[in-house]
């Protein structure tokens, strides 16, 4: 059984509503999901799972979130080639170009991300299936 970290951050719960959606997805599949601050999260805890979905919101201009969730990407991100990973948030001013350079970044560092899902505001019905086919894909 597959046993997924689901880390992210979330300042007005749009993407904490994604893991939760995502959480639903691996629970459907029989895997067990986590869900993790954050700021609870660090590089010496990624051997406790098997795969994992990072969630983080554009902030700043296109950036990730850089007070929680960046400096704990930051330190974990040389430890994830290798692993299973997706990427999530949710955005409202642009485009989703900070999941475009969020994924650049990853695959530069060598990380194979296997899908990312992005939401406009509050997940809608198209998004929210796509956060459980993600869970789905992380628990398989
Ligand atoms: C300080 C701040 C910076 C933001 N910067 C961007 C941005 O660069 N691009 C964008 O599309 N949305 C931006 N947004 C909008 C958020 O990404 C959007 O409201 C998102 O749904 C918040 O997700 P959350 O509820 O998980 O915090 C910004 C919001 C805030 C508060």
Redesign the pocket.
Known sequence: MSKVAIVYW???????AMADLIAQGVRAKGGTAHLIHASDFSSDKLDEFDAFAFGC???????LEDTEFLPMYDEVEPHLPGRTVVLF??????D?E?MELWEKRAEEAGVDVADSVIAY?YPDDEASAECVRVGSLLAG
């Open positions: 979330s300042g007005t719960g749009n993407t904490e919101p554009a902030m700043g201009d296109e950036e948030g949710s955005y409202e001013w642009n989703g900070w505001d």
